[in-house]
DNA sequence: GACAGCCTATGACACTTGTAGTAGGTTCAA
DNA sequence: TTGAACCTACTACAAGTGTCATAGGCTGTC
């Protein structure tokens, strides 16, 4: 087995790894100013972060440039969005049904994009033959630009 | 405008408030006894927690039975999903799309599931004339399937 | 080779969250 | 009326989070 342990990410962790999924790899520098200008936190506090983040093996530096050093994500977008939608699945027992409906309800989800998702379960599950894993294409944003 | 302003609950604050859906209302003896017991919290904690909720406004003192508060929730299960939902979706930049697509691939998601969500899609449109409001029966689903 | 300017490493601090102990009030049955 | 049993109010505390400030180390440019 692999030691993924499956990293948690608070808010401002996750806004963080959102960025550099974003760019794919970047300084502190560059984090930073990604971020929304309204709310932007100040250099250190996003050195801070993206500290914690690497004790918690979700960055680590990819290579120094001038004297900063460049991050990139060792956690997948796709991993942690596994994460958290686990964790909201759990508050709703389990099930991804209320879950749905909820988001039918509010307008968040279009009879088009339920027709979308039936073809793509279709799909897939006609592709029985072969393991559902290397298929996955998704992530491919990630370290693309070494 | 009412002053909703749309608590934040914990982790643990959400599990409680759980309970507090299931049973309508109850003390916290009551609260504590249904959490499961593996990894059952000592009663003071979920005092602790009940107190805090009651900070919150999130539940209030409904009466006293004996010298026990009995406690009932002031926020409803699904507002609170409803806030949970849109602060998962912000992480997926808005769309539901790649989180439905997420619980498709994952299996969390039946073509039957889909089936039944377009019905109930096509029958709220065909609703839009009477109000949506009164005829949700929302909590009613989340144990149906069990 | 000296200086401005950016970077990193570290320390700090208040607030939140999970977890629980203690002291003292209330109830109810014997 | 007294004691067990239960409840509440209060206190505590460590770990996690958001937020920075400071001190000191590189670097590229006159």
Known sequence: MDRKKSIRLTRFELEIMHVLWEIGSG???EIQERLPEKR?????TVQTIVRRLEEKDAVRRLKK???AFIFEPLVTRKSAHHRLINELLESFG???RPLMAHLAETGKLSLEDLKELEAMLA???SDASHKPGPARRDDSGNRSLK
Not at 40 to 44: I, L, N, Q, V
């Open 40 to 44: 932007r936190p100040a250099y250190t």
């Open 123 to 125: 799909q897939r599950s």
């Open 27 to 29: 300084s502190v520098r």
């Open 65 to 67: 440039i001038g004297n």
């Open 94 to 96: 389990g099930s991804a």
